[in-house]
């Protein structure tokens, strides 16, 4: 775990958010009051002084490594073994959503339009694409993928699950990059995200349970 934690291109990450941190403070001005969350119809509808707003992208990023670190030390190498394609996706992915949050609201407090829900549909777009290409690719484990109990006793029932959720996974980010692009309605946008991450869940779980709850003889 701690080989993907610290990789190349996630220290690379960490170092270009702090870069734009240290950015954030220089041309944002000290009473600033900047967006740090945004409703379904796609407005910001918290604020919060520009220090404090600053700090919530590398919060997220060293309580998420913390997590990983936890993770990787406490959970049982079979499991790490068995998730490791997605968590090589996740770790790098989420540090680059930061960033990514990071540098729009560096970007509203410059005085640039708010662009927030547009690169957040792009970032998770991007992160739905590479999930959905490795989630096939795991093992039965208590880690990572569309998990449920009796999957994981069950290899063929596990890999036909991942197998149908990353393929929505990989349609929907493709169609929320797309919507991200082109679409202007910020609360349209706001919609594409929550369909496009909340379909392949559901798909995934309702494929697991009726195929996870079929007697043994396939009766």
Known sequence: MSRMLFSRFNLVLWAALALVTFAGHALVPADAVLPVHWGLNGRPDAFWPRSAALAVAPA???????????????????????????LAVVIPAISGLALAIQAGIVLIGAGYPDLMVRIISVGIGVMLILLGNVLPKTQPNRLAGMRLPWMSADPADWRATQRLTGILMMLGGAGLLLCGLIVREAQWLA?????????????????????GRRPANGA
């Open 60 to 86: 997220m990023v060293i309580v998420n490594a913390a997590i990983f670190g936890l993770v990787g030390r406490f959970a049982p190498p079979e499991h790490l073994a068995g998730g490791k394609h997605v």
């Open 191 to 211: 919609v594409a995200i929550v369909v496009a991450v909340l379909v392949p869940a559901i798909a995934g779980t309702v494929r697991g349970s009726l195929r």
